[in-house]
């Protein structure tokens, strides 16, 4: 059922629509260099088909995943063959370009800047990451967006109604509602719809020539079928972005959507519960120090008990996450210091901050003058300072105003204060 002819091509309307420029240039058989990126069963392969067929152009094929440098040079060679004979480019259709090594994608930067090859990359995985820059810089990156039910739903009648590929010289009667539900299981991929109505049509009740597919079969068809998730790919990724921002942006019923896709994708729930504890204190801080420990009890649970028991405490854990008040204040307050450290000098500690265990360190004024804050009023040194000289006046934690903050904010105000009036200041400088 791939499609032979660009009218015939279901989705990417963004890309190939009137004046849209890939889709001018499949039209106009003007081919060039390109880098499918999208989801699985969107149409990667079918387009540089139709790029090599409208261009005039031979097509060549190869795996990242099954071919090496080998292979590469072996369509090359042939690719320059043909060029001699015929002058005509190949098409060099490379699955899964992502696959290959620095070297490997190397290896076709000559010829495609040359013209022996129209280089077209599909990959699932975001090129910024995956691909060599000098490959970016020669080839133009196109996104292609996973189906829509109604795309789908549309593939799913092509293959119906064709008697020479699909399935139309067979009568086949399947209601608009399975129809559908067939559609949403295919999580966007035509190919996945297409095997879904295979295996449909597989399972129906025929009758009389008539072949029925009911409720009762498209539960059979569906029984385990997950979404797409592709752990360590980009979906991967973008899930667990979008868990962590709906933690961030108050929102339970978003973040309890994003735990169950991933749940449902096959994620490890101690992966989750991980970056958990990386949400409580990145993003909730001390305005709820309780998220804390709430993130650290839900991967406890989870360890103890495991799957599917613990994932109600990792729901749990999400939703008290999502409705706690928020602060990056210590976020931010430990990447400043950190910037600082990393990029200053090793100030020395002062004599009177250092521990001075032996009479040798003593005579050397180790632990000199220090203020033992017990035994000041209220157990607090006023004007005392436990920086170096050079960053006396230095500030990296600024409470927020959310929840417990509110309070810290207003004791590190009040002491604050009573450094600035104290007499018995540290530093004579220090304002």
Known sequence: MRPRELADFIGQE???GEGRSLGEAIRKGLPHSMILWGPPGVGKTTLARL???TSGGLFESLSAVLSGVKDIRAAVERAQSQRKISGRSTVLFVDEVHRFNKSQQDAFLPHVEDGTLIFIGATTENPSFELNNALLSRTRVYVLKSLDDAALSRV????LKDDVRGLGRRRIDLPDDCRLRLAAAADGDARKV???LEIAVDLGNEHDGLLRIDESVIEQVLQGSARRFDKGGDSFYEQISALHKAVRGSSPDGALY????MLDGGCDPLY???RLVRMASEDIGNADPRALQ???SAWDAQTRLGSPEGELVIA???IYLACAPKSNAVYNAFNQARADVQSGASLEVPPHLRNAPTALMKTLDYGAEYRYAHDEPGAYAAGENYFPPQLQDTRYYFPTEHGLEQKIREKLDYLRERDRSSPNKRYPNKS
Not at 156 to 159: K, T
Not at 258 to 261: D, F, G, P, Q, T
């Open 294 to 296: 709430m993130a650290l």
């Open 156 to 159: 799913i009648e092509a293959a």
């Open 316 to 318: 749990h854990a999400v």
């Open 14 to 16: 963004h890309l190939l």
């Open 194 to 196: 297409l095997n879904l």
């Open 51 to 53: 790029v090599a067929e």
């Open 272 to 274: 989750i519960a991980r």
């Open 258 to 261: 994003w735990l169950v896709r």
